[in-house]
């Protein structure tokens, strides 16, 4: 046997959502706990159960270890008995924190730096976990805003003139005569360092002029999206100047099945909604703010990435003339993501069987709505509903897909561009 049903497990954070992943698994939630994040893959730190034939449940991690050449193909062939994606649904009901992922080098050499110097191997203590790199990409279930990236300079300045009035010279004006990377870092790591005392005047002025702007401003209007989330961060985490990180990052606000890529070096933030993310099987990340956890102003700098730009928003590329294929049962849309570690891809399906050739790769299937019934080359047939899930093993051969519903299809990348 070579596909396994799954059962995956919740992570629960403040700012998580405690009706969204909930009602997609149809799992009651009476204690109206914050669930944040539903994972699905082998992560040391709660991997999924992997449901065998005789009804034992095996942690994805040990049934790869058993076999590994079996589950994961040539993509183990880097890291052995290490799946190198780790597949998630986010519940976002409070904004989380300014953060960035390193790239692969700058995570090796500051996982390395970090285990000379004897620092305990934990999240509250140190900035790399591990030696990867965590490139990440998210698509929105229904609706998904946050921040991502540095806008292009032009915007940036526009945005500070509007919230600095006539102090906006003091702020920008070396990056208005000079617009680099080299001034961009400056005027970021400006703001983000200031001294308390000052810290309280610069946001309360900022506020002032945001609120009289938020006043007359038009639903769906650009001022709103990039301003309209600065007064609830605010709020949220008093006196922290990340509140301030939209004038200078791009705002996003995706519906569903647009996807986002998250670059190492990639300064963002989440704010509010539900979407599933794809990432590289890493737990490095770098605060600067809106967070009560660690934070280390210093290396979320020379980790980051400078260029300024907008947001490019992903449509999935659909296979045949329409997206289906000649008989109408189905379609197969994959999102073009530039990651050896991972991809995605999502199916629907509408009526009789239809065979999906696939890579000699390990995935993850996850049901997002309808009735489906997919029967494998080695045999066996397996339902999926909403919720569910299977994780097909790399030696497994095309697989057949009937019903009425979708799917998302989580699996290795190809080399980078």
């Known amino acids: 046997m070579a596909i396994y049903p799954l059962e995956n497990s919740v992570q629960k954070y403040a700012w998580g959502d405690p009706d969204l992943i909930p009602a997609f698994l149809d799992s009651p939630n009476l204690a109206r706990e914050p669930w944040a994040e539903l994972w699905l893959g082998a992560h040391p730190k709660a991997p999924s159960l992997a449901l065998l034939p005789d009804g034992e449940k095996l942690p994805l991690n040990e049934l ?6 079996s589950s994961l193909g040539g993509a183990g062939a880097g890291s052995p008995n290490r799946l190198p994606f780790l597949f998630k649904m986010l519940a976002v009901a409070q ?3 300014l953060q960035a992922h390193p790239s692969r080098l700058t995570a090796l050499r500051g996982y390395r730096r970090e285990e000379r110097a004897g620092i305990m191997l934990d999240p509250a203590e140190r900035s790399y976990i591990d030696s990867h790199h965590k490139p990440e990409f998210i698509v929105s279930m229904d609706r998904f805003e946050g921040m991502c990236g540095f806008r292009p300079i032009d915007d940036i300045l526009r945005n500070i003139r509007v919230v600095a009035g006539e102090n906006w010279l003091g702020y920008a004006g070396r990056l208005a005569r000079y617009p680099s990377k080299m001034e961009l870092a400056l005027v970021f790591y400006n703001f983000l360092s200031l001294e308390s005392a000052e810290r309280g005047q610069v946001l309360k002025l900022a506020r002032q002029r945001i609120d009289r702007l938020l006043e007359n401003a038009k639903p769906e209007s650009a001022e709103l999206l990039a301003f309209g989330w600065i007064p609830r ?4 985490f008093p006196n922290d100047m990340g ?5 200078m990052l791009n705002c996003f606000d995706i519906g569903p099945g647009e996807g986002l890529f998250v670059a190492p070096g990639q300064p963002h933030a989440y704010f509010r909604g539900c979407a599933l993310e794809i990432m590289a099987n890493s737990d490095n990340e770098v605060r600067a703010g809106l967070t009560r956890k660690r934070k280390d102003l210093a290396e979320f700098m020379a980790v980051l990435d400078f260029s300024a730009a907008p947001l490019s928003v992903a449509l999935p590329r659909c296979d045949g003339a329409d997206g289906a294929d000649a008989r109408g049962l189905g379609q197969l849309c994959a999102y073009d993501i530039d990651s050896e570690e991972f991809s995605l891809a999502v199916i629907r399906v509408n009526g009789a069987a239809r065979r999906y050739p696939r890579e000699p790769a390990p995935e993850i299937l ?7 019934q997919l029967g494998a080359a080695s045999g066996g047939n397996f ?8 994780f097909v093993e790399a030696c497994e051969g095309a697989y057949e897909l009937a019903g009425r519903g979708m799917l998302y299809r989580a699996s290795v990348g190809a080399a980078p561009r």
């Open 64 to 69: 790869i270890a058993r076999d590994t050449r």
């Open 95 to 97: 904004p989380l924190s």
């Open 233 to 236: 961060l605010m709020d949220a």
């Open 243 to 247: 509140a301030l990180a939209p004038l």
């Open 366 to 372: 996850l049901c997002i709505e309808g009735s489906l």
């Open 383 to 390: 339902p999926l509903k909403r919720g569910a899930a299977l």
